[in-house]
């Protein structure tokens, strides 16, 4: 299976250019402390937008608005609270049993997600090999890593967004197309 996220999406452009070069899904940040955030933007382009549309916070929000967002992504520090009725994808380095009953996917990332730092995919191989749920895996992967990263770790999925960057929160559509068909090649080789 072949499950690719670009995260940090910004703009109808880059979500549009994504989408067709493959990506299975669009990570919106609302986040207000990152540099990424689209917190308190107009987001109504994200109705043209046919791949899986994820809300994405540090910590888990109230509400999302569920007309235009498909899923929750978020990194919980505390117990589960009411959540919104969104699948949810928790990103954790350990697998809490709670958390791992309430998610629908994980994700495995690096010790500062959307840092580009790399995860220890060591850990991650474990981490996947454990879960009853899929396995998404982030950190610091980009176009010339990710292709041996799906065949270490065998995620269910990967997510990127530094990676594929210029700068801090600026994406490079030529990094997203290579990003996408590295990753491609690599869910094709994989066992």
Known sequence: MTWIKICGVQDLETALFAQSAGANAIGIVLDPDS????????????????????????QPPISIDSSLFDALQFY??????????APLIVGLRTLDPV???????????????????LSDWEAARHFV???PKPVILAG????????EAIRAVRPFGVDVSSGVE???????LRLIE??????????????
Do not use: C, H
């Open 99 to 117: 958390w791992v009953e309430r998610a629908d996917r994980l994700m495995f990332d690096s010790t500062d997600p959307g840092s580009g730092i």
């Open 140 to 147: 610091g992967l980009n176009s010339e890593n990710v292709e």
């Open 76 to 85: 919980p520090d505390q117990p589960p609270i009411d959540l919104p009725s």
């Open 166 to 172: 210029i700068s801090r929160g600026v994406k490079d």
């Open 178 to 191: 290579s990003f996408i068909s590295a990753a491609q090649k690599g869910y094709n080789q994989a066992p």
């Open 35 to 58: 540099p990424r955030s689209m917190s308190g933007r107009d987001l109504s382009w994200l109705a043209e937008i046919s791949a899986e549309r994820v809300a994405v916070y540090r």
């Open 129 to 131: 090999a454990q879960s």
